[in-house]
Every structure is written in C-alpha cells, then in structure tokens.
C-alpha cells in the first residue's frame, strides 16, 4: 500500500469522525423541539410589528432562539442521561452512547447559554435576553432537576419554558410585552399536556422502567384521555380570545375555529378508544397536535398582512 493511499484514508476516516462528532453535538440541542421555536416566534413577531418586522431582526432573534433552547436542552440531557439509558427512545443519545463525554456536553451547553443571551443582548434588547435567560433557567432547574422525576404534572408546569419563545418574538420588536403576547403564552402552554401526554402513553414502558412520572405511564387511558380532551378544549378557548384582544381577522378566526376542531376531534378519538377498549392509537393526538399549532400559527403571520 503507498503513502498516498494511507493519507487518503485517514483523511476520509477523520472526515467521518468529524462529521459523526458534529451530528452528536447538534443532537444535543434537540433540533426537532427547535423547529417549534421557529413556528411560535417567527408569527408572533410578524404579529407585533403588525406586518413584516425587519428581516435581521427575525435572523438575529431566531439564531439566539435557537441557541437558547439548545442550551437548554443540552443541560437536559447532561443531566437526564442516567433516564436516557434506561428508555428505548432515548438510549442513543451521545451522552449515553459516549460519543461526547458528559463533560464536554455540560461545556456545550454552557457555552450556548452564553453566547445566547450575549448575542441577544447585542441584537435585540435587554428584554428578550432576559426572557431567554428565565425560559433556560425553568427548563434546566424547574422541570428537569425538580419536577420531573417528583410529578405526574411534571409537564404541565415544566412546559412553561416552552411558552416562552412567544414572549421573546414579541418582545425583541417591541421591547415591552402586552396582553396579546400573554395569551399566546397560555396558548402554547394549554397545548403542551394534551401534545405530550400522548406521546407518554407511547413510550409508557420506558417511562416506567426509568422511574419518571409521566401522567401517561402512571395513569389508564381513559384518565389521560379525558385530561387531553379537556386541555384540547381551553387550547381552542384561548385561541379563540386572541380574536377580540389582537383585533384578528377572517384568516385567523376561520383557521382557529377549523384547526381548533379537528384537535378536539381526535382528542375525543383517544378517548373513545381508550373506553371501548379499542388500540388507542395516541400518536394520532401528537401529530395532530403539532400540526394544529403548526397551521394556528401560520395563520397568526398570515392574518396581520391581509386587509381582512
């Protein structure tokens, strides 16, 4: 074998390395819980400006987004990797697997949490970076080191956190916060548990063999399904009170009362199904909730640009 060779598959094997190290650490940031930071906060700051906001605005605050809740949750899974191993869904996340070592995943999320509220601060306004701060802190602290492993409404009052994109969005072109973007925070934060819960009901013996308290691995079907249900229905109540407060037009109402519709629909599906006896069929409920808040959403950045 020549030298050249050699060379050449070294270089290709650190190239695989390199990119297997990359993709471990971009793992770390949970990238699909980003993609919801993208469809609360870009509509919500169309909504604020009343029209299109500033375009680098909306780059530089869905970068620090980003960064944010990357951080956030980095420091989950440095400090959830004991629960990690023991669950299906989750035992080939890098920390457990070891391909980055839990130090060097603490590091990173430190880093994020820094440089997010840096790049924030200097990009947007003191508000925003402080809300970052305070959504960080609620994840990392509240939910993941306290309520989590202690109550089966760890994520009722955990999912807090994930409400706050809103107030970032809104604030970073207003620099102040109003009621419009409080209720758009309770929105987001009735329509956690009846997205989640489903998804516990999945995954119920993973839950169960690491000892975390999720309301769908402690709780029968019928129980979690009538508390999606009732939590499907103030989701859409609140929805509904963004009409009068925001001065919403034809696009919103018709797509709230529409979309509102068809989640508490399949929430009443689960539920049916659980008291039949029947396969319930949760993952319906979860991917019906995401694409309900997806499609209540675009329909906020839609409406503030139309005459109607």
Wanted: glycine fraction near 8%; aromatic fraction near 12%.
């Amino acid at each position: 074998m020549d030298i050249t060779t050699t060379q050449s598959g070294e270089r290709a094997t650190t190239g695989r390395d390199l990119r297997r190290t990359v993709a471990a650490y971009v793992t770390l940031t949970k990238p699909r819980v980003l993609e919801l930071l993208l469809v609360t906060t870009v509509p919500v700051m169309i909504l604020a400006q009343g029209g299109m906001p500033d375009l680098w605005l909306v780059i530089a605050t869905t970068i620090g987004g980003a960064m944010s809740a990357g951080s956030a949750a980095a420091f989950n899974m440095y400090l959830d990797r004991d629960i990690d191993a023991h669950m299906h869904r989750t035992e080939n996340r890098p920390l457990v697997t070891g391909e980055i070592s839990p130090r060097a995943g603490l590091v990173f999320a430190w880093v994020l949490a820094v440089a997010s509220t840096v790049w924030l601060l200097a990009t947007t306004n003191w508000l925003a970076a402080t809300l970052s701060v305070v959504a960080i802190f609620f994840y990392v602290v509240i939910y993941t080191m306290i309520l989590k492993r202690r109550t089966e409404q760890n994520i009722v009052w955990g999912g807090i956190a994930g409400c706050f994109p809103v107030l970032i969005g809104w604030s970073a072109v207003t620099g102040s916060l109003t009621w419009t973007p409080f209720i758009l925070f309770l929105l987001v934060f009735l329509w956690t548990p009846p997205h989640y819960w489903p998804l516990s009901m999945k995954y119920k013996g993973d839950y169960a063999e690491a000892d975390v308290p999720m309301l769908g691995a402690t709780r029968d079907g019928i129980q979690v399904g009538l508390q999606v249900i009732l939590y499907a229905w103030a989701t859409v109540a609140c929805s509904l009170l963004l009409i009068p407060v925001a001065g919403m037009g034809l696009v919103y109402t018709v797509s709230a009362l529409v979309f509102g519709g068809w989640f508490v629909y399949e929430s009443h599906v689960l539920y049916n199904r659980a008291v039949r006896g029947e396969q319930i069929k949760p993952m319906r409920v979860f991917h019906a909730s995401i694409t309900y808040l997806t499609l209540l959403f675009l329909a906020i950045a839609v409406d503030p640009l139309l005459p109607f």
